[in-house]
């Protein structure tokens, strides 16, 4: 990859398999370690966004699914930074805990900055600082069963910056659609954790204890 030839030696991104369940189409490793996941989409698969910005294209399923995917493939590798990519428009990513903040898009055509030099800075802020902490409770995403997130009831939106650029951020949103009639809807603020039961590819199994 020309990324290889970009960074140097000592960084190396691949189609490697990471540790944990899901499969980034691709990922940076540091001498071995994980720095950071790439998630690359069809263009169509974006092409309904426009103009918008993606805390309001979330709000859209195709938009949810998206942002869903990356932000579990670096919640489950306790990854700060994740790209997203188009080929033709990219976004960089980075988190905190369960928050997660995105760049505006930047155009392959853009000069300033060029975007392998945004990618080259993202891949060093990631040897510098790769890590950030597991979601704390993670459940299969709806329409990604190879993959994890945090469910949350709550959304939030700011500005941030990435790579010198304006971005937004929000806590992460468990989709609430085509919920039969006769079922109840909880949150996790229903029950009262006690214990981890086991914890393997597929996640982790807890105890929990419902409020009522």
Partial sequence: MI?????????????RPTDTPGIPDFNCHLIGSLILVMEAKRKHVLEDMGEQTFPEFYNTSKGKDVIQQIYNYMGG??????????YDNHWFLCREHTKLWISKTLPLQSESPPVLKAYAYLTRQAKEN???????????????????????????????????????????????????VNQQKFSFADFKFKSILGEGRSGKTLLCEFRG
Avoid: H, M
Avoid at 5 to 13: F, H, N, R
Avoid at 77 to 86: K, P, V
Avoid at 160 to 176: C, D, E, I
């Fill in 3 to 15: 990324l290889n030839d970009l960074t140097g030696p000592d960084y190396v991104y691949s189609r």
């Fill in 77 to 86: 590798n306790e990854l700060r930074y994740g790209i997203l990519t188009t």
């Fill in 130 to 180: 790769p890590n950030s902490p597991k979601p704390q409770v993670l459940v299969p995403a709806q329409g990604d069963n190879n993959s994890r997130t945090l469910r949350s009831n709550s959304k939030s939106s700011s500005s941030s910056s990435l790579t010198n650029q304006a971005s937004s951020t929000f806590s992460n949103q468990q989709s609430s659609s085509n919920v039969p």
